[in-house]
Each structure stands twice: as structure tokens, then as C-alpha cells.
């Protein structure tokens, strides 16, 4: 019997062809493994903080937030990062009482519905295109500089390793976590990945000596930049740390419990949606805004020549939290942040969230809630070094205000983010220090006064001849 096979319909050549561009490499598999990581300097911190104050089930979590990583990587095609929503965060563990999970989750799920909205309704555009530039260039600016400010004490301060609380006593330079630790993953850093264009810089030169030079010692730099470029830098201080978990408290092993926690929803009573709005979400609200949806699609048409759809970062923000926070996971949103991080250690496509979310899932589904014993003992100066230059190259994204006018807003809209504490009150300061600057150079001469006559009639009073 003869056998036919059928060929493909268009529409699944096309599905297979979209697949396939979404999960080619952009660089070396090293590079992207490296990336995947580069944002874990903010993740881990608010995470284990998360679980030891406000009970956060972290298991749950890792396979929500590792689902929402591979989704996004499909969706987007960059590395678009998956972080905590910081002010809910911020809230559940400094003020007291603490916010329960309930709680938590209400705050996450009332900001991802004004997300949601503001999305589905075509309004996050209509911000995203009125918005003037300088403004989110300082919005950027003051999230880069606190990362960077936050890193340093994280590198030279000791930690509670409850609360996640700095000590006054500085850290000691000896130690499985000491400045020694932390300034030797520092230099390997820099040494490794330079200001973080090495490989870019490498690409563009091999196109101009192919043409125009065979110069011995350009290409051994050549050489040794691309060598030391392709060296997954984060990853290998990830790895390192991870390791050093298990020296500094052996009891870790007898303590991991094999198997994930069980799902369920959680009851939130009214009372609890009113607490989490009010003292969680209000705020929360205008940073999304701001730094998870406008930001991130600034960013990532400076760094990918990619310019995401505000309405669709923002409709993903809501769609994830809506489903993830009613089983208790952590509300989470993209972040300009965590892009920058990611992009500064090598990634470059949406496969190496891809990859980080896979690695979230098999930890979720192995080791549970266990896993808190292990990120309880991570060295804290490590993670403080990773943070350092994802808030760096957060910050250099402002390099291209040429014009006085544009540093003057962006670095007034900085300045007032930081020491209010609120990117919402900078925000607000730049808005209106931009339309000051707008108007007072306005033209005015196409606006016509006119004067009344003796005789009634309307006179042009700039054409009226005047008598010195």
C-alpha cells in the first residue's frame, strides 16, 4: 500500500518558523547562560526576604515566576525580566504590622488590574507616546543609582540574615563572605566583560581590519577580548556562590526536602483587599507604570533597536499577577532593572529567560520550600556585586540627553526620585519642569492682539504704527 504524507498547512510552517526565530541563540550559549542570571542580584534579596517575614510560599513562586520567564521569552524575544514588584515588597517587610500573603496578594493582583485596564484600553500607549523623554531618562537614571547605592551597602555592610536588614558593623575582609569575596568577584567582572560592549566592539572591528588592516597586535586584542568576553561572568559568581552555600552551613543537606508544596488559593477576606490597596498598591501603581511598562520599552529599543507595544508589556504584567497571586505566588512585573542586568552580562534573546525559567521550575518542583535554607546562606557581598552593574547599566542608558535642556529635566526628575524616595513625586517634578521649559520659549508672535479703534473698529495693535 502506497503511503502519501500530507505537507504542512501555512499556518503550522508559520507557527513552527515563529518557534524557531524565538528560540535562536543571539550569542554564544555562554553568554546567554550568563545573562539569564544577571538579575538575580535583586531577585534573591526580596524573595528570601519575602519568605522569612511574610511567609511567602517561595515554592510556588519559583514555578509561577519560572512559567512567567518562559512566556515572556516567547512573547517578547529579548530578555524581558520577571522581578518582585519592589514597593509591595518594601511594604509587606518594613512596616508593622507585616502584610500577610493574603494581603500581598491583593496589593499584586489590584495593581496588576490597573495594569490590565490601562493596557486593554489603549491609555498605557497614550502615556507611553506623551510621556517626554528626559522624564523617563530620569526615572531610569534614579532606579540605576539606588541599585548601585543598594549594592554597595549590600558589599560593605553586614546583613540580618532574616530580614535582610544592614547592620551598622561593616563587613570583615576575611570570611566566606568578605570584601576579599566580593571585590575578587568584582574584578573578575570587569576583567571578563570590560564596560560590557567588549563583544560588540570586537564584531564592529573585525568588519573595518578585514578591510583595511592585518595588524598583528589588533588582532591578538581582538582575539583576547572576544576570549574573555565569552566567559559566562555571572553565571560563574552565581555558581561560586551557590557552592560556598553549602560550606559555610553543612547542616543545608540534611535539611533539603525533595518535592514542591501544594498548590492552593488563597482566601482573601475584604479586609484584605483593602489593606493591600491602600498600603501597598497606591504606591506600587505609578512605579509599574513608570519603570515596568514605560522604561522597559524605552530600554529596549536603546539596547535591542526593539521598541515593545506598551499595551502589550502592560496586559502582560496584569494577566501574570491575576493568575499567579491567588495561589500565593510573589507579585512580580517587568522590569528596566532587571533588562539592563540581563543585557550588561550577555544576553541577547528571549531564550536566556528561557533557560533562567526552566532553571526556576526544576528548583521549585525538586526542592520546594526547602530552597530557603540554601538562599538564607547565599553571601550576601556577591549578590551586592551582581546588582552594582545591573544598576549601572540602567543608569547609562541616559547618555543620550545631548541637549542641556533634556540633562536638566532628566537630572532634576533624578534627583527629586531619590531623595523623595518616590519615582512617582520625580516623575510629577519632571512633567511640569519640562512644560515650564516648553513654555517659555513658545512663540507667541502667531497669536494676534487686537485693540478697539476710537471709532469702534478693531485695530491690529502690533500693525498699528506707534509715536515715540
Not at 553586614?158 to 561593616?170: F, H, I, M, R, W
Request: aromatic residues 8%.
Amino acid at each position: 500500500m502506497e503511503t502519501t504524507t500530507s505537507p504542512l498547512l501555512p499556518g503550522d510552517r508559520g507557527r513552527c518558523g515563529w518557534l524557531r526565530r524565538r528560540l535562536r541563540l543571539k550569542n554564544p550559549l555562554s553568554s546567554e547562560l550568563s545573562g539569564a542570571v544577571g538579575d538575580l542580584g535583586t531577585f534573591i534579596p526580596i524573595v528570601l526576604t519575602l519568605t522569612l517575614v511574610s511567609n511567602l510560599d517561595l515554592s510556588t513562586t519559583l514555578i509561577f515566576t519560572g512559567f512567567y520567564n518562559i512566556a515572556t521569552g516567547l512573547l517578547f524575544d529579548i530578555p524581558m525580566p520577571v522581578q518582585p514588584m519592589k514597593s509591595i515588597a518594601a511594604v509587606a517587610v518594613s512596616e508593622s504590622p507585616h502584610l500577610t500573603p493574603s494581603q500581598i496578594a491583593a496589593a499584586g493582583a489590584s495593581t496588576a488590574a490597573t495594569l490590565l485596564l490601562l493596557g486593554a484600553t489603549g491609555a498605557m500607549s497614550f502615556l507611553y507616546n506623551l510621556i517626554p523623554l528626559p522624564v523617563v531618562r530620569g526615572v531610569q537614571l534614579s532606579q540605576g543609582l539606588q541599585f548601585a547605592f543598594t549594592a554597595i551597602k549590600y558589599v560593605r555592610f553586614n546583613y540580618d540574615a532574616a530580614t535582610l536588614k544592614p547592620s551598622s558593623s561593616p563587613r570583615t575582609w576575611l570570611g566566606l563572605d568578605g570584601l576579599i569575596l566580593a571585590l575578587a568577584a568584582l574584578l573578575f567582572i570587569i576583567l571578563s566583560t570590560g564596560s560590557g560592549n567588549d563583544r560588540d566592539a570586537a564584531e564592529d572591528e573585525d568588519e573595518d581590519f578585514a578591510e583595511t588592516s592585518s595588524n598583528q597586535s589588533q588582532c591578538r586584542r581582538r582575539r583576547r577580548l572576544r576570549l574573555l568576553s565569552s566567559i559566562p561572568s555571572a553565571l560563574v559568581v552565581f555558581v561560586i556562590g551557590l557552592v560556598l552555600c553549602f560550606i559555610r552551613d553543612p547542616s543545608i543537606f540534611k535539611d533539603l526536602k525533595f518535592g514542591p508544596s501544594k498548590f492552593h488559593i488563597l482566601r482573601i477576606t475584604w479586609d484584605d483587599w483593602k489593606i493591600g490597596f491602600v498600603r501597598a498598591a497606591i504606591p506600587q501603581i505609578p512605579l509599574s507604570v513608570l519603570n515596568s511598562v514605560i522604561a522597559v520599552c524605552k530600554l529596549s529599543n536603546d539596547l535591542f533597536d526593539k521598541e515593545l507595544s506598551a499595551t502589550t508589556v502592560s496586559i502582560s504584567v496584569g494577566v501574570m499577577n491575576l493568575i499567579g497571586c491567588w495561589f500565593g505566588a510573589m507579585p512580580v512585573c517587568h522590569g528596566a532593572g532587571g533588562l539592563a542586568g540581563q543585557y550588561r552580562f550577555g544576553a541577547r534573546s528571549g531564550l536566556s529567560v528561557i533557560f533562567l525559567g526552566i532553571g526556576k521550575l526544576i528548583v521549585g518542583l525538586v526542592f520546594g520550600n526547602s530552597f530557603v535554607r540554601i538562599l538564607s546562606q547565599f553571601p550576601i557581598g556577591i549578590l551586592g556585586v551582581l546588582l552594582l552593574f545591573a544598576g549601572i547599566e540602567l543608569a547609562m542608558a541616559s547618555k543620550d540627553m545631548n541637549s542641556k535642556e533634556d540633562s536638566f529635566i532628566m537630572l532634576v526628575c533624578a534627583a527629586v526620585s531619590m531623595t523623595g524616595s518616590s519615582a512617582a513625586l520625580g516623575f510629577g517634578c519632571g512633567v511640569v519642569l519640562y512644560l515650564l521649559l516648553k513654555l517659555r520659549t513658545l512663540d507667541c508672535s502667531s497669536v494676534t492682539l487686537f485693540s478697539r479703534s476710537s471709532d469702534g473698529s478693531h485695530v491690529d495693535s502690533e500693525a498699528a504704527p506707534r509715536d515715540v
